[in-house]
């Protein structure tokens, strides 16, 4: 049986461990509030940026582009890219794993695919699972920034435009809330025409703008812009 003694300094360790999680929880908290923050000022940014392309869509639905699927329909296949976004520390639950087993799912479906992996959390994953990535694709999860975000973006758009592939998807974790996420798998090019149609996202097929656009110097010219930075 054991002394008063040593049930003592059981519960002082007990009270120890609850104060360091405590702390380890608030810090947490503070650093997903900060998150959804940043995501909230981006929306409207973002969202814009999709109804313009809705808009020019709209007025050119014949429009051709690499970065469009073609107009006779989503049957557009070819050698796929894989942007995987991971953390760069575990202990996170399923916020890794269901996105390392998706990933996975899409190796074995797709052997000849390529896997840019942010985060040493999947690196170190596709290494023990001896799935091969692009090891030169060194990026960190901490603390993204917008420089970051267009120099990714820059490197995929190398491989699209000299045709080393034909679509390029990203796998990362959706958080519903604080205690709920979910693994999303997401196409990024060729953009889906109908994606621009949503009636969140851009005009429904079929509305008339109440006020012409115009688009300069053209609307071709417009959207090689707008493209990239939708992806």
Same mark, same amino acid.
């Given at each position: 049986m054991a002394s008063s003694k040593e049930i003592q300094d059981r519960m002082k360790s007990i009270s120890d461990t609850m104060k360091i999680t405590n702390a380890m929880y608030l810090i947490s908290s503070s650093k997903l509030r900060k998150a959804r923050k940043n995501m909230e000022q981006v929306y409207d940014y973002f969202h814009t940026i999709r109804r313009s392309i809705g808009d020019i869509l709209h007025h050119i639905p014949e429009m051709e582009h690499r970065f469009l699927e073609p107009v006779d329909g989503p049957d557009f296949a070819g050698k796929r890219a894989y942007i995987v976004i991971t953390a760069d520390k575990g202990l996170a639950g399923a916020y890794? &794993?269901?996105? +390392?087993k998706k990933a996975e799912q899409e190796y074995h479906a797709h052997p000849d695919a390529r896997f840019f992996v942010i985060g040493q959390v999947g690196r170190h994953y596709f290494l023990h699972k001896q799935i091969p990535f +692009? +090891?030169?694709? &060194?990026?960190?999860? %901490?603390? /993204?920034?917008? %420089?970051r975000a267009r120099q990714i973006t820059v490197d995929l758009l190398d491989e699209v435009r000299n045709e080393r592939v034909q679509e390029v998807y990203i796998i990362y974790t959706r958080m519903k809330n604080g205690l709920q996420?979910? /693994?999303v798998m997401m196409k990024l090019l060729p953009l889906s025409r109908e994606q621009f149609y949503h009636k969140d996202m851009g005009l429904p097929e079929g509305d008339e703008p109440e006020v012409p656009e115009e688009f300069f110097p053209d609307a071709a010219s417009v959207f090689n812009q707008l493209a990239p930075i939708t992806m």
């Amino acid at each position: 049986m054991a002394s008063s003694k040593e049930i003592q300094d059981r519960m002082k360790s007990i009270s120890d461990t609850m104060k360091i999680t405590n702390a380890m929880y608030l810090i947490s908290s503070s650093k997903l509030r900060k998150a959804r923050k940043n995501m909230e000022q981006v929306y409207d940014y973002f969202h814009t940026i999709r109804r313009s392309i809705g808009d020019i869509l709209h007025h050119i639905p014949e429009m051709e582009h690499r970065f469009l699927e073609p107009v006779d329909g989503p049957d557009f296949a070819g050698k796929r890219a894989y942007i995987v976004i991971t953390a760069d520390k575990g202990l996170a639950g399923a916020y890794n &794993l269901n996105v +390392e087993k998706k990933a996975e799912q899409e190796y074995h479906a797709h052997p000849d695919a390529r896997f840019f992996v942010i985060g040493q959390v999947g690196r170190h994953y596709f290494l023990h699972k001896q799935i091969p990535f +692009e +090891e030169d694709f &060194l990026y960190s999860s %901490q603390k /993204p920034t917008l %420089q970051r975000a267009r120099q990714i973006t820059v490197d995929l758009l190398d491989e699209v435009r000299n045709e080393r592939v034909q679509e390029v998807y990203i796998i990362y974790t959706r958080m519903k809330n604080g205690l709920q996420s979910e /693994p999303v798998m997401m196409k990024l090019l060729p953009l889906s025409r109908e994606q621009f149609y949503h009636k969140d996202m851009g005009l429904p097929e079929g509305d008339e703008p109440e006020v012409p656009e115009e688009f300069f110097p053209d609307a071709a010219s417009v959207f090689n812009q707008l493209a990239p930075i939708t992806m």
